[in-house]
């Protein structure tokens, strides 16, 4: 789910500044001001990280970035809510569910405000919900600003609080980052040489034989600014978005959502309209073609797959670990490897005290009857067999994602 705004936090609280950047109002600031790369990444431009706690209502964060703000706890891990929860206010998240996805707990004699509101579960414990949504943080979410729960059986997202955009203009997260995109999910550009000077708009590059490929993103002939967004005049054609000056591009070679086609290394001057970029590939892993798609591999090559089921019943009823390990090898980690994003370290699963590579907390394997870069014969294997249910699934780079 995404907020149009900050919002109210409980309590008594007034509208705050960071840095020049309004944060969630209705909020009271206290600790300090960290600042941290963006996507958690070495060499990003560093974003504020408003600390907001009361002893009688919630304590939570708001990470401030250029694509708006990441709801999190107080502990810095990040808040999600859930699909599945289609009453206002009421969580369908309970039982073994709320062991995976733990409730934000509100305490007892915590005030509800606007948009937040302390529910009842039927445990008897008090729950957060900001809009009609009650949020959750994540059990596998090992580490601050971690979000490996999101979309996590397509039904549980990040709760963002975004920046505001005009119809038409929408923030997309995609494989390469929080992405501006258009009404119908396709990625936008700029120019790298169409950057205003002094707060201005730019001196547009793209004109002639440029526009053949890359085509402005028209504004309504009455628009007005929304937020950083405001529409200038073309002398060649209609009017145009910008974003905070920049102009703004289609690249006709974009089919569906996620493309990025206009970043393609002979256009070393076009990039994608990327707010958030997504955190960096650990360096042994590559994009490799296969028949069913761009899928994830090592550094040789070869496909990526993670388990979907419990690695115990397919032990028990399909194949004892000597056959697993004949079929499929765990991706090892260096004692020097280290978490990015969503790739993380994880203990082997077969309780041998190995590190290796995981995938939103799953282990990565590598099929052994994979011969050639891009084969994918061990998709679906143990699928459905002796009641096992899962089995291992290629690790498909996904070009289209939700907020």
Not at 133 to 146: G, I, T
Not at 148 to 158: P, T
Not at 233 to 252: A, F, I, M
Not at 374 to 396: E, F, I, Q, Y
Request: with cysteine; aromatic share 8%; net charge neutral.
């Amino acid at each position: 789910m995404s907020f149009e705004h900050a919002s109210q936090l409980p309590g008594a609280c007034r509208a705050a500044t960071v840095s020049g950047e309004p944060v969630a109002a209705d909020v009271v600031p206290v600790a300090h001001d960290e600042r941290r790369p963006a996507g958690g990444a070495e060499g990003r431009a560093a974003v504020p990280i408003v600390h907001v706690a009361r002893v009688d209502v919630v304590q939570a964060l708001v990470q401030r970035t250029a694509a708006g703000a990441t709801l999190l706890d107080s502990r810095g891990r990040v808040l999600y809510t859930y699909a599945r929860d289609s009453v206002r206010d009421v969580s369908s998240c309970v039982a073994e569910c709320a062991k995976l996805w733990p409730p934000l707990p509100a305490d007892s004699v915590a005030s509800p405000t606007a948009d937040w509101v302390a529910i009842s579960r039927p445990d008897g414990t008090r729950q957060w919900s900001f809009r009609g949504k009650p949020l959750y943080s994540f059990a596998k979410d090992a580490a601050p600003r971690v979000a490996l729960g999101d979309r996590v059986g397509q039904a549980w997202r990040v709760a963002h609080v975004p920046l505001r955009t005009p119809p038409g203009i929408a923030l997309r997260s995609i494989h390469i980052g929080r992405t501006l995109v258009e009404a119908r999910g396709l990625t936008l550009y700029w120019h790298e040489d169409e950057v205003p000077k002094s707060g201005g708009t730019a001196k547009l590059r793209c004109v002639e034989e440029c526009l053949r490929e890359f085509q402005p993103l028209p504004a309504p002939m009455l628009a007005n600014a929304v937020g950083e967004f405001s529409p200038i005049d073309r002398d060649d054609g209609p009017r145009q978005w910008t974003y905070k000056g920049r102009p703004l591009y289609l690249h006709v070679g974009d089919l569906q959502p996620g493309d990025s086609t206009g970043e393609a290394a002979e256009r070393d001057a076009w990039r994608a309209a990327v707010l958030e970029p997504a955190a960096p590939l650990p360096s042994w892993l590559k994009i490799q073609r296969a028949d069913m798609g761009e899928v994830y591999a090592d550094a040789r090559g070869f496909t990526l797959y993670t388990l979907a089921g419990p690695l115990e019943r397919i032990r028990t009823l399909i194949c004892n670990d000597e056959c697993i390990r004949r079929n499929w090898r765990l991706v090892p980690a260096a004692a020097e490897a280290r978490p990015s994003g969503e790739w993380t370290v994880i203990e082997s699963p077969f309780g041998d005290g190995a590190r290796v590579w995981a995938y939103k907390g799953d282990a990565l394997y590598t099929h052994s009857r994979d011969r050639e870069p891009g084969a994918v014969g061990g998709d679906k294997w143990a699928a459905g067999s002796g009641g096992a249910g899962g089995g291992w699934n290629p690790l498909l780079r996904r070009r289209d994602y939700e907020l």
